[in-house]
């Protein structure tokens, strides 16, 4: 394993967490990581129906599930398949392999104080999450996963932005 | 014997709102109050004039700058915290006011103005940390309370009595001699927190104090939890205050969690923690979750009909569910002790 061992990204089903495993995928073959997607649950996913919160607070999460639940696995594995597909194989020593070593996890908490807590748990060399666009300077500092976890997080972060 | 209620919240000014459908609203607290009328407990309450919570006195126990940005937050016209939580235009003042009447509580009780308080305000705070919205909780009211009694010399036990582990109470006094901090909650739950290996820091070792029982837990394997585990650690703690974080959303009609408590079992639990209180005066209930109305009514009124002396149970207590082996692995992890600090991976400060 080489020495940035793992990289712990933070996943929902927003076009911002596939950007963020999508730069993930490349750093994992360049730097031969192992990813760790990790999803943070929250308290009214964890109770409610599929689908039944997204609309309440306007973020889209998971189908709920816990550690090993197939719905989020299944999810990530198509996302992980489609970019490695969409990027192409074949270039970097890595890619022989086909997808890079990956590992996926369901965390209880707010998104924050699950990726906190997973790249301590993991060691994790970095973590690696999309922005969300929440407007205003105070909107960068409270109202985005992002911009929270750079300013909690033990160990390096990347923001990966929108395009 | 408790006669005289203080209550301390205001819902004509609230001004917390969120999204139509979302568990923690408004009428939350309507249901907690009328739940003191349909007691019967009317001619025992005391209303307490509302007041806000200061800079200084937040930052007891929030970050100044969490403060400062949560404001500017709201100010700015909000949005979502994260994917359970949001705040508003009218949010801060909400939330001030709420932490406000925890200390409008306490100060009212010190003065000798009635003998237990109940405030009745959200947002809820449990799952605030010192600087870190989360749980549909913005700034901590419970916590806040306890800092301020702490200040004054006081040594406080806050029971939790939550369907879900406060964490951010935990962390805010993970350290702290001052207060010992115990809860009661369903696992595995959010926020995934409060294993009974987390204890409390080197400061603090066995100052905290979690009880994890799995879903389907009734009300005898609370009590069993208080009769065996958290009445004698508070005894030997010898508290001069007691404050609950007194959510009633373990209760079995509850939306959000799976635990089976009724009405009833809230009543054997609150006499319990008046059990705690060194003398009349120093019991303050602050309402946590609790989201079916009338589970929270009937709750809430069962609740401080016990400690006033009152007999009103509209519901019978529940037994019989699983967990009593939980509360006997918690009382030996207690007891045992351990690393201080061992199994303390999620707490966000440094
Ligand atoms: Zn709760």
């Known amino acids: 394993m080489s020495r940035f061992g793992r990289i712990v990204v933070g996943l929902d089903a927003s076009e911002g967490a596939r950007r963020a495993l999508r730069f993930a995928v490349d750093l994992a073959f360049e730097l031969d990581a192992e990813i760790v997607g990790v999803h943070g649950r929250g308290l009214l996913e964890e109770a409610m129906a599929p689908g039944e919160q997204a609309d309440l607070v306007g973020q889209r999460s998971l189908p709920p599930g816990s550690e090993g639940d197939e719905s989020f696995e299944q999810q990530m594995e198509a996302w992980l398949s489609e970019i490695v597909s969409e990027h192409g194989a074949g270039e970097g020593a890595g890619r022989s392999a086909g997808l890079p070593r990956h590992r996926w996890r369901v965390v209880e908490g707010n998104p924050v104080m699950a990726l906190v807590a997973a790249g301590r748990a993991e060691d994790a060399s970095m973590i690696v999450v999309g922005s969300r666009g929440a407007g205003g300077f105070a909107g960068l500092v409270l109202g985005s996963t992002s911009q929270q976890l750079a300013l909690h997080a033990d160990r390096p972060v990347v923001i990966v932005p929108g395009p | ?350």
């Open chain 2, 1 to 350: 014997m408790a006669s005289m209620l203080l209550v301390a919240g205001d819902p004509t000014l609230d001004r917390h709102e969120t999204p139509a459908g979302h568990p923690e609203r408004p009428s939350r607290v309507g249901a907690a109050l009328a739940g003191i009328d349909a007691a019967g407990l009317k001619e025992a309450v005391v209303r307490l004039e509302p007041r806000r919570a200061t800079l200084e006195e937040l930052a007891r126990v929030h970050a100044p700058g969490y403060l400062e940005a949560l404001r500017a937050f709201c100010d700015a016209g909000g949005g979502n915290l994260d994917p359970d939580t949001v705040a508003g235009p009218g949010s801060w003042d909400t939330a001030i006011l709420a932490a406000g009447a925890v200390l409008a509580g306490i100060d009212a009780l010190d003065a000798g103005a009635g003998d237990a308080a109940f405030v009745a305000a959200r947002p809820p705070g449990h799952h605030a940390s010192a600087d870190l919205a989360m749980g549909f909780c913005l700034l901590n009211n419970v916590a806040v309370g306890a800092a301020a009694l702490a200040e004054r010399g006081e040594r406080v036990v806050i029971v939790d009595w939550d369907v879900h582990h406060g964490n951010g109470t935990q962390e805010i006094f993970w350290d702290d001699p001052r207060v010992l901090y115990v809860s009661t909650h369903q696992s595995p739950w959010y926020p995934g927190t409060g294993r009974r290996t987390e204890r409390g820091g080197k400061g603090a070792p066995g100052l905290t104090i979690n009880i994890p029982v799995p879903a389907g837990a009734t009300g005898d394997v609370l009590c069993h939890a208080f009769d065996t585990l958290i009445l004698p650690a508070a005894a030997r703690f010898d508290p001069t205050w007691v404050l609950v974080s007194a959510g009633f959303d373990a209760h079995r009609e509850d939306p959000l969690a799976g635990l089976a408590l009724t009405a009833g079992d809230f009543g054997d639990l609150a006499a319990r923690v008046q059990q705690l209180a060194p003398r009349p005066g120093r019991l303050a209930l602050v309402l946590e979750g609790g989201y079916d109305l009338g589970a929270l009514e009937r709750s809430v009124g069962a609740a401080l009909a016990a400690i006033l002396g009152h007999h009103y149970r509209p519901e019978s207590a529940s037994a019989g569910g699983p967990g009593m082996d939980a509360v006997e692995a918690a009382r030996r992890a207690h007891e045992e002790g351990g690393d201080p600090g061992h199994g303390v991976d999620q707490r966000m400060s440094r």
